[in-house]
């Protein structure tokens, strides 16, 4: 029954260790696909490539399944699995500043670390203004300690705001994600480039 | 017929999901308390006393103000008003069952420690909300009678008494200051002491997984 770790079927030390095994695997997905491009991140934005949102979608949409399934046969114990608090304005704010760096520097966290990880030097200035911006914020959390616990509202999960079942949530992602995928590529089709 | 290579993607990542996901939406959801322990789990936990947390440990917690540990006094009313441990709230066991208490019970933040004047009470509580399907519930083991006899007066121990007894005998008598009990008493000698404290082995609390991305 999982989830392992909290179960205390395997160690914290075996778990660190399957994290460090998949995350090595997560980000030689992400370099052998193309995403330590920064134009591919961008592209979302612009509209000629919508590979970023088809990948990060369907692994949601296919995790969403996973889980709710491994619950169903009793796989994992889904009480168990954490969810982050809500804290509106923060997360509002944190949206707003998270989405303009990624139109502005091409990269979200993960793919900045691999294509630093192959030596782009963009990539590597975004790392760094993502150190500084974590520095920054640590030692000024004072400033704005209030900010960021303003607006708390517990731990929501949407179905529950919805009043519905998580399976016809998923199922309503799941159609929803499709719906976006199919407009991501009528836009690729609207504003191709030629090379980038 | 088409050969599948020639099949749209998009449609292909369709065809995989939407039954899948109508299935999901079609199932209720699972709600079976899986820590719910059967009753061979009660005989092993009971025979190897996992439910029990001894009186230095929560002395310790108390000293400590540990928050994530809830002393709950399962005795009545009267009693509890006339004296309980720092800390405690008090549910009589034959409010065990009432709503208000539920969120006590049935959470899975706080560690909580059931403590009466024996172990029996504690016991029967810590079965009911165990078979409940609650966790994070434990027992004081001995109860306030062993509480009032180790940590509020602790016994000397002898000359003779292994350097282990005397260790723990600091601690009580340490913790008894502490919590008001019996006075500190005056090392004349300070090369009897023994050691540093022992250490209070503290039971793993369980974390929720966390994530992100």
């Known amino acids: ?196 | 017929m088409k050969n599948l290579k020639d099949v749209n993607p998009l449609i292909l990542l369709a065809m995989a999901l939407i039954p899948l996901a109508l299935v999901i939406a079609a199932v209720p959801e699972n709600t079976t308390k899986p820590y719910k322990l059967t009753i061979d789990e009660v005989v092993g936990q009971i025979t190897e006393g996992a439910q029990y947390y001894t009186a230095d440990q929560i002395a310790d917690y108390i000293v400590q103000k540990d928050p994530s540990i809830q002393l709950i006094d399962l005795r009545p009313k009267d009693e509890f008003e006339t004296y309980h441990l720092p800390g405690a709230i008090n549910i009589p066991l034959s409010d065990i069952l009432a709503d208000e208490w539920l969120e006590y019970l049935d959470q899975d933040v706080r560690t909580n420690v059931f403590y009466s004047n024996g172990t029996v009470i504690s016991n029967q509580a810590w079965l009911i909300c165990t078979q409940r399907g609650f966790k994070n519930n434990y027992v004081l083991q001995g109860g306030l009678n062993y509480w009032a006899e180790a940590i509020i007066n602790p016994l000397k121990p002898d000359q003779t008494a292994p350097n282990d007894e005397f260790a723990k005998y600091d601690f009580r008598k340490a913790m008894s200051g502490a919590l008001g009990g019996g006075s500190l008493e005056v090392q004349s000698t300070p090369s009897q002491s023994a050691g540093p404290m022992p250490d209070v082995a503290k039971k793993p609390k369980k974390k929720k997984a966390a994530g992100g991305c």
């Open chain 1, 1 to 196: 029954m999982g989830p392992l770790s909290v179960n205390e079927i395997i160690s914290s030390g075996t778990n660190f260790f399957l994290a460090f095994i998949i995350g090595i695997g997560f980000g030689f997905v992400l370099e052998a696909s193309g995403f330590s491009s920064s134009r591919k991140l961008a592209g979302v934005f612009y509209g000629y490539d919508t590979v970023v949102l088809k990948v990060f979608f369907t692994a949601a949409i296919t995790a969403m399944l996973g889980l709710l399934f491994f619950s169903l046969f009793g796989w994992v114990d889904l009480s168990l699995v954490y969810v982050n608090p809500t804290y509106w304005h923060s997360a509002i704010a944190g949206g707003i500043i998270m989405g303009a760096g990624f139109i502005t520097g091409g990269f979200c966290p993960g793919t900045s670390v691999c294509g630093a990880a192959i030596g782009k030097i963009d990539a590597m200035v975004f790392v760094g203004g993502l150190f500084l911006g974590i520095f920054f914020f640590g030692e000024g959390y004072p400033l704005w300690e209030n900010f960021f616990k303003d607006g708390f509202s517990g731990f929501p999960r949407l179905n529950e705001v919805m009043g519905i079942s998580q399976g016809v949530l998923v199922l309503l992602v799941v159609l929803m994600a499709l719906a976006m995928f199919w407009v991501g590529e009528w836009a690729e089709k609207k504003f191709p480039r030629e090379e980038y």
